[in-house]
């Protein structure tokens, strides 16, 4: 079992939503997956609750938070039920968070590219490298943009970039963006790939050139989520061959 997971101590990072993409795809592409939330705010908790609290099938189990002395073994347990293990880490330097990357395979570590958020990313950065060196083991780590700007690359990103490749920081090559679709998925308890239909159902009656443009931001979400979960599979596979 691969375990993923995602961190970053700074609210509304894109941690979660980059989370949930990445299970979805995996798990369209057959793998076996489980997420494990860790977070307090329990988002991907209340979206499972959501879905079938509709009658909507869940594509991947959702585990609630356990106890902290239980984690490593909850997260021992599940390499019988899931090929991939994706947990939601909490944003705290709490020994939860310690246990579960005592087990990660990759740590995803998301942020918009702003100077202040690069520096929240470097705590993250730390506390991966910490962890690594009390269980003398290597964890590999990438940092990911996400919540980004759709149409253009700002001046804040490319800068932080720069500073993250000077110091040999590994950076997904696939941005998220900021997408409304993206946003759908936890108020609406859905998943990415059950929005063109939905989208379609709710145009009736509109015209095709509103109706395209909404079929056109779903599909334009979609293509993101695939590449970025193609990146970290790709990412994944080297770390784990070196």
């Known amino acids: 079992m691969y375990v993923i ?15 949930m993409l990445l299970a979805e795809q995996i798990a369209l592409s057959g793998g076996r997956v489980a997420i494990l939330d860790l977070d307090p705010n329990g988002n991907i908790l209340g979206w499972a609750r959501g ?6 099938s ?3 189990s959702v585990h609630a938070r356990p106890q902290i002395e ?13 090929d991939y293990l994706i947990i939601d880490l909490e944003g705290s330097k709490d020994q939860i968070v310690t246990f579960a990357l005592s087990r ?7 942020m918009d590219g702003s100077p202040m958020e690069a520096r929240q990313a470097a705590q993250a950065v730390r506390l991966v490298e910490t962890t690594s060196r009390m269980i003398r083991s290597p964890i590999a780590y990438t940092l990911l943009f996400a919540r980004t ?9 490319r800068d932080v970039r720069q500073e993250m490749e000077s110091n040999n920081i590994n950076t997904l090559p696939v941005r998220i963006a900021r997408r409304a ?3 759908r998925i936890f108020r609406d308890s859905v998943l990415l790939a059950e929005l063109p239909d939905l989208v379609a159902e709710e145009m009736k009656g509109k015209t095709a050139s509103v109706t395209d443009k909404a079929q056109k931001q779903v599909a334009s979400a979609i293509e993101n989520a695939r590449d970025y979960a193609q990146a970290v599979i790709d990412t994944l596979m080297k770390a784990r061959a070196a």
């Open 5 to 19: 997971t995602f961190a970053n101590p700074k609210g509304g990072s894109g941690k979660t939503t980059s989370a």
């Open 51 to 56: 879905r079938e609290e509709a009658g909507r």
């Open 58 to 60: 869940l594509p991947f």
């Open 70 to 82: 239980d984690t490593v073994g909850l997260i021992d347990e599940m390499a019988a039920q899931a």
């Open 104 to 110: 990660t395979d990759l740590c995803i570590i998301p």
């Open 149 to 157: 700007n759709a149409a253009f690359l700002t001046t804040d990103e």
């Open 181 to 183: 679709p993206y946003t």
